[in-house]
């Protein structure tokens, strides 16, 4: 029998698994394959169906392999955010813009424990979410797991902690840094894992998607007010323990950008591992 090039098959396969990869097929015209669809033509349908059914299985393989592949980066993300949470608290210089809350209400409360009011701050803001949309669905329910995933991590990663204890403001002030660089990387973790978004991010996006306004003017009106709500409560309250500080200020203009820079440096493996496309 004569040599037979894929461009001779009697279909074109690409129409019959249009996300498998052709060039991973290796098709060779020498295979069995081959020479099967020229010995027996009545089996064409056969082996289209057999090529269909093997693409579709391979997808939701791929799929599901990846599914656990972004769960897994999303709570990676939490556990480094945790960490970057608590270098914060060590600091002792205020905490990022969105956390400031849930740090004055932990100094207000008998429960000094800033794990549960991250938690309760969140959970608010997944309620508010709810209500605007009217709805508390399958979304909600994820954010909710994993707000108390991430606040489990704040509490347990703050006990690896205690060797660290900065002397001096310039010391404070560099621990800020690092921890807000921590933090940052936490955040690209969670964002390119494209898994979920946490109940800040879902109650910012609800609202600029409802009042047809951006999303970075919502998030940036937002941390604006916890921000000045929390700094007035300190002062009044607590002037010996504030919630905002130089840290703040280190968080609100450099997580941003942070984060920017670490998702252009490692966008492409990040993608590959998740299988996203480049």
Same mark, same amino acid.
Not at 48 to 56: A, D, H, N, Q, S
Not at 77 to 93: C, P
């Given at each position: 029998?004569?040599?037979?090039?894929?461009?001779?098959?009697?279909?074109?396969?690409?129409?019959?698994?249009?996300?498998?990869?052709?060039?991973?097929?290796?098709?060779?015209?020498?295979?069995?394959?081959?020479?099967?669809? +020229?010995?027996? @033509?009545?089996?064409?349908?056969?082996?289209?169906?057999?090529?269909?059914?093997?693409?579709?299985?391979? +997808?939701?393989?791929?799929?599901?392999?990846?599914?656990?592949?972004?769960?897994?980066?999303?709570?990676?993300?939490?556990?480094?955010?945790?960490?970057?949470?608590?270098?914060?608290?060590?600091?002792?210089?205020?905490?990022?813009?969105?956390?400031?809350?849930?740090?004055?209400?932990?100094?207000?409360?008998?429960?000094?424990?800033?794990?549960?009011?991250?938690?309760?701050?969140?959970?608010?803001?997944?309620?508010?979410?709810?209500? +605007?949309?009217?709805?508390?669905?399958?979304?909600?329910?994820?954010?909710?797991?994993?707000?108390?995933?991430?606040?489990?991590?704040?509490?347990?990663?703050?006990?690896?902690?205690?060797?660290?204890?900065?002397?001096?403001?310039?010391?404070?002030?560099?621990?800020?840094?690092?921890?807000?660089? =921590?933090?940052?990387?936490?955040?690209?973790?969670?964002?390119?894992?494209?898994?979920? =978004?946490?109940?800040?991010?879902?109650?910012?996006?609800?609202?600029?998607?409802?009042?047809?306004?951006?999303?970075?003017?919502?998030?940036?009106?937002?941390?604006?007010?916890?921000?000045?709500?929390?700094?007035?409560?300190?002062? =009044?309250?607590?002037?010996?323990?504030?919630? =905002?500080?130089?840290?703040?200020? +280190?968080?609100?203009?450099?997580?941003?950008?942070? @984060?920017?820079?670490?998702?252009?440096?490692?966008?492409?493996?990040?993608?590959?591992?998740?299988?996203?496309?480049?």
């Amino acid at each position: 029998s004569s040599d037979v090039c894929s461009s001779d098959l009697p279909f074109q396969i690409s129409s019959y698994i249009p996300i498998w990869n052709i060039s991973n097929l290796n098709w060779n015209c020498n295979t069995s394959l081959s020479i099967y669809i +020229i010995r027996n @033509t009545k089996g064409i349908r056969l082996i289209k169906y057999e090529i269909l059914m093997k693409g579709i299985v391979d +997808i939701m393989k791929n799929k599901k392999r990846f599914f656990y592949h972004r769960l897994l980066f999303y709570i990676l993300g939490l556990l480094i955010m945790s960490v970057g949470s608590n270098l914060f608290l060590k600091a002792a210089l205020g905490v990022a813009p969105s956390c400031t809350m849930a740090l004055t209400l932990s100094y207000l409360s008998p429960v000094h424990s800033y794990a549960l009011f991250n938690f309760l701050i969140n959970s608010t803001f997944l309620v508010c979410e709810a209500l +605007i949309l009217h709805e508390f669905g399958k979304m909600q329910l994820t954010q909710l797991g994993l707000t108390f995933v991430y606040s489990l991590f704040i509490e347990f990663t703050s006990y690896g902690l205690f060797f660290i204890e900065p002397h001096g403001l310039a010391a404070k002030i560099l621990l800020s840094v690092i921890a807000c660089a =921590v933090l940052s990387i936490g955040v690209g973790f969670t964002i390119s894992s494209g898994f979920a =978004v946490m109940p800040m991010e879902g109650l910012v996006k609800t609202i600029s998607d409802k009042k047809n306004i951006s999303f970075g003017a919502v998030r940036v009106c937002l941390e604006v007010l916890f921000t000045v709500c929390s700094a007035i409560s300190s002062f =009044v309250l607590l002037p010996e323990l504030p919630s =905002v500080g130089i840290g703040t200020v +280190i968080a609100a203009f450099l997580s941003g950008n942070i @984060t920017n820079i670490f998702s252009s440096l490692f966008h492409k493996r990040i993608n590959a591992y998740l299988g996203f496309q480049a």
